[in-house]
């Protein structure tokens, strides 16, 4: 009896026992639960404070970067290359140069992948690939091959601390190779090579050679990158080309000691017709030994140009005779534009003349010249010289029958206005010139002074911006007043979608359409695509995006930024 007592006595504590641990253990768990779930919601508060603030930040960096003026382009170099300032700030202030730049040409290819460079390697870590970034690698391969080492440089970083742009750059390089511009496309495939990175859909015989180690084949092709070979991972045929035998250096005695003069030219030590003779002679000698490049070259002449305020004293002759203006224009159309900017600035009618001249030569000569016809044909309009060159048969027969066909209907639409001046030719005329408003940035001319000097009383500035370009969102589908997209006009060659992308990269893509087509082509295929479909429903997330973008035009439009 005692004994059973005892044993219900325990059987009651244990069960006791048990059912106190058996709550707590659940009050525990329920503890630990709503543990993780505090813990969770203070992760995605944090999450979203962190997104805040970044896009807090964004709207801030935005605000803070306008680059419309040289002046100010000077004050965001100065920005990008200080290490003080957040990584994001130095960022978008990069992107906006970048895009001013192109638009203005202020600064070489050369000098953006210098900055760039530097950028990069003082970031602790860079942003993810963009379409905008990979166009900006793709002009990088434009540089001068005095920035070949820079391009180096940016490999071997990308290499070893950021793999995706890495992968970027080499298919760039490749891609660009392709097309056979020299000495780039050697220095991308010799590069390609050092870096192991082999791409069997090229077949350049260089490429094959290399890969074969055919050093006998190799060896003519890399004598003008003797400066960069050392710079190149040291593999394979790399190392023997180290070897190859280089060619006698020609003996050429400089007549002055140039490097101080141009240190000088600028200071006052000199009067404007020494300086202006000294220069000249300076040209003349370049264009022997080639001791210092074009670029560099013409950013001298601009100084020169501006400190003496040559355009407002008698045309020196010593222009001429060295024929200055033929050796300083490229079919790449940055000396061109440079120089076409700095003489509109001044006014300077006869240098613009004399220029204008020299490009013309080239243009009914050189096939390379083809994608300068446009602006060019805006310049000699704006500088009144049209009547000059369209007398010249040859010119004459370029522009109507060779000329890209932009060219040529802008110059029949143009003749039509002078031959008969009215509303409606003249809206037909100022139309093409908004269908190309960014080559007048290019020559450094804005729509109203363009607008006015050429088409007189019948521009009216206010009327005209806000009725060439219709930035309307179609509301209904109209088959009888659409015409068909010519294929060129299409954003999608420029990357331009809606799917798994974002408004940065649609928006880098837009940019990279109105530098081609023109901001009016690319207002008017976005309008297309809505009206096309805006009567059925199952697009209307796509009509969403295309409607947002065309506003988005519109208010950079307005507020004078494309």
Same mark, same amino acid.
């Given at each position: 009896?005692?004994? +059973?007592?005892?044993?219900?006595?325990?059987?009651?504590?244990?069960?006791?026992?048990?059912?106190?641990? *058996?709550?707590?253990?659940?009050?525990?768990?329920?503890?630990?639960?709503?543990?993780?779930?505090?813990?969770?919601?203070?992760?995605?508060?944090?999450?979203?404070?962190?997104?805040?603030?970044?896009?807090?930040?964004?709207?801030?960096?935005?605000?803070?970067?306008?680059?419309?003026?040289?002046?100010?382009?000077?004050?965001?170099?100065?920005?990008?290359?200080?290490?003080?300032?957040?990584?994001?700030?130095?960022?978008?202030?990069?992107?906006?140069?970048?895009?001013?730049?192109?638009?203005?040409?202020?600064?070489?290819?050369?000098?953006?992948?210098?900055?760039?460079?530097?950028?990069?390697?003082?970031?602790?870590?860079?942003?993810?690939?963009?379409?905008?970034?990979?166009?900006?690698?793709?002009?990088?391969?434009?540089?001068?091959?005095?920035?070949?080492?820079?391009?180096?440089?940016?490999?071997?970083?990308?290499?070893?601390?950021?793999?995706?742009?890495?992968?970027?750059?080499?298919?760039?390089?490749?891609?660009?190779?392709?097309?056979?511009?020299?000495?780039?496309?050697?220095?991308?495939?010799?590069?390609?090579?050092?870096?192991?990175?082999?791409?069997?859909?090229?077949?350049?015989?260089?490429?094959?050679?290399?890969?074969?180690?055919?050093?006998?084949?190799?060896?003519?092709?890399?004598?003008?990158?003797?400066?960069?070979?050392?710079?190149?991972?040291?593999?394979?045929?790399?190392?023997?080309?180290?070897?190859?035998?280089?060619?006698?250096?020609?003996?050429?005695?400089?007549?002055?000691?140039?490097?101080?003069?141009?240190?000088?030219?600028?200071?006052?030590?000199?009067?404007?017709?020494?300086?202006?003779?000294?220069?000249?002679?300076?040209?003349?000698?370049?264009?022997?030994?080639?001791?210092?490049?074009?670029?560099?070259?013409?950013?001298?002449?601009?100084? #020169?140009?501006?400190?003496?305020?040559? $355009?407002?004293?008698?045309?020196?002759?010593?222009?001429?005779?060295?024929?200055?203006?033929?050796?300083?224009?490229?079919?790449?159309?940055?000396? =061109?534009?440079?120089?076409? %900017?700095?003489?509109?600035?001044?006014?300077?009618?006869?240098? #613009?003349?004399?220029?204008?001249? $020299?490009?013309?030569?080239?243009?009914? $000569?050189?096939?390379?010249?083809?994608?300068?016809?446009?602006?060019?044909?805006?310049?000699?309009?704006? +500088?009144?010289?049209?009547?000059?060159?369209?007398?010249?048969?040859?010119?004459?027969?370029?522009?109507?029958?060779?000329?890209?066909?932009?060219?040529?209907?802008?110059?029949?639409?143009?003749? $039509?206005?002078?031959? +008969? !001046?009215?509303?409606?030719?003249?809206?037909?005329?100022?139309?093409?010139?908004?269908?190309?408003?960014?080559?007048?940035?290019?020559?450094?001319?804005?729509?109203?002074?363009?607008?006015? %000097?050429?088409?007189?009383?019948?521009?009216?500035?206010?009327?005209? =911006?806000?009725?060439? #370009?219709?930035?309307?969102?179609?509301?209904?589908?109209?088959?009888?007043?659409?015409?068909?997209?010519?294929?060129?006009?299409?954003?999608?060659?420029?990357?331009?979608?809606?799917?798994?992308?974002?408004?940065?990269?649609?928006? *880098?893509?837009?940019?990279?359409?109105?530098?081609?087509?023109?901001?009016?082509?690319?207002?008017?295929?976005?309008?297309?695509? #809505?009206?096309?479909?805006?009567?059925?429903?199952?697009?209307? !997330?796509?009509?969403?995006?295309?409607?947002?973008?065309?506003?988005?035009?519109?208010?950079?439009?307005?507020?004078?930024?494309?």
């Amino acid at each position: 009896m005692h004994d +059973s007592l005892l044993k219900d006595i325990q059987l009651t504590v244990s069960s006791y026992i048990e059912e106190q641990l *058996a709550e707590k253990d659940a009050q525990l768990l329920a503890l630990k639960q709503q543990n993780q779930q505090l813990q969770a919601e203070v992760k995605k508060l944090r999450a979203q404070n962190d997104v805040l603030r970044q896009q807090q930040q964004s709207v801030a960096v935005k605000k803070e970067i306008v680059i419309q003026t040289a002046e100010q382009a000077e004050k965001a170099l100065s920005l990008i290359t200080s290490t003080n300032q957040p990584t994001e700030l130095r960022l978008h202030t990069f992107l906006q140069l970048y895009r001013w730049n192109i638009k203005h040409l202020h600064y070489s290819i050369d000098v953006i992948a210098a900055l760039w460079t530097s950028f990069a390697q003082s970031v602790p870590k860079l942003p993810r690939v963009t379409p905008e970034l990979t166009h900006l690698h793709t002009q990088f391969t434009t540089a001068s091959m005095q920035s070949y080492d820079v391009l180096v440089t940016l490999l071997t970083y990308y290499n070893e601390h950021a793999q995706p742009y890495f992968t970027m750059m080499t298919d760039v390089f490749y891609k660009q190779a392709n097309k056979a511009h020299q000495p780039f496309s050697t220095f991308a495939l010799v590069a390609m090579y050092a870096y192991k990175q082999r791409n069997d859909a090229c077949s350049d015989g260089l490429y094959t050679a290399l890969w074969q180690g055919e050093l006998d084949v190799v060896r003519p092709h890399i004598e003008p990158l003797r400066q960069i070979i050392p710079l190149l991972p040291q593999t394979g045929i790399i190392a023997q080309l180290l070897d190859a035998p280089k060619k006698p250096a020609r003996n050429v005695t400089p007549s002055h000691d140039w490097d101080s003069f141009i240190t000088q030219a600028t200071n006052g030590k000199f009067d404007r017709a020494t300086v202006v003779a000294t220069f000249m002679k300076l040209i003349a000698e370049n264009k022997k030994t080639n001791a210092y490049t074009k670029d560099f070259l013409r950013s001298i002449w601009k100084r #020169i140009f501006t400190h003496y305020d040559v $355009a407002y004293r008698t045309f020196e002759a010593a222009v001429k005779e060295v024929k200055l203006h033929d050796y300083f224009i490229e079919h790449d159309g940055q000396g =061109v534009f440079m120089l076409i %900017r700095l003489y509109n600035e001044h006014d300077a009618k006869e240098y #613009i003349r004399s220029l204008l001249d $020299a490009v013309m030569k080239q243009l009914v $000569a050189n096939a390379a010249y083809k994608a300068l016809d446009v602006p060019i044909l805006l310049a000699i309009y704006y +500088s009144t010289l049209a009547k000059r060159y369209l007398a010249n048969a040859k010119i004459q027969h370029y522009y109507m029958h060779d000329a890209t066909e932009r060219a040529q209907k802008m110059i029949r639409r143009f003749g $039509a206005f002078e031959q +008969s !001046p009215s509303a409606e030719s003249f809206e037909a005329a100022y139309r093409e010139v908004q269908m190309v408003d960014v080559y007048l940035d290019k020559i450094g001319v804005s729509r109203k002074q363009f607008g006015s %000097r050429v088409f007189t009383s019948y521009y009216t500035a206010t009327n005209t =911006v806000q009725s060439t #370009i219709d930035f309307s969102v179609p509301t209904h589908y109209d088959p009888q007043s659409m015409q068909p997209l010519s294929p060129e006009y299409s954003l999608v060659r420029f990357n331009y979608k809606t799917k798994k992308t974002t408004d940065d990269d649609r928006w *880098a893509a837009l940019l990279d359409a109105i530098e081609e087509i023109g901001l009016a082509r690319t207002v008017e295929s976005l309008r297309y695509y #809505i009206q096309l479909r805006v009567d059925d429903e199952a697009f209307a !997330p796509m009509i969403a995006i295309w409607a947002y973008d065309l506003q988005r035009l519109q208010q950079a439009y307005v507020a004078g930024e494309l």
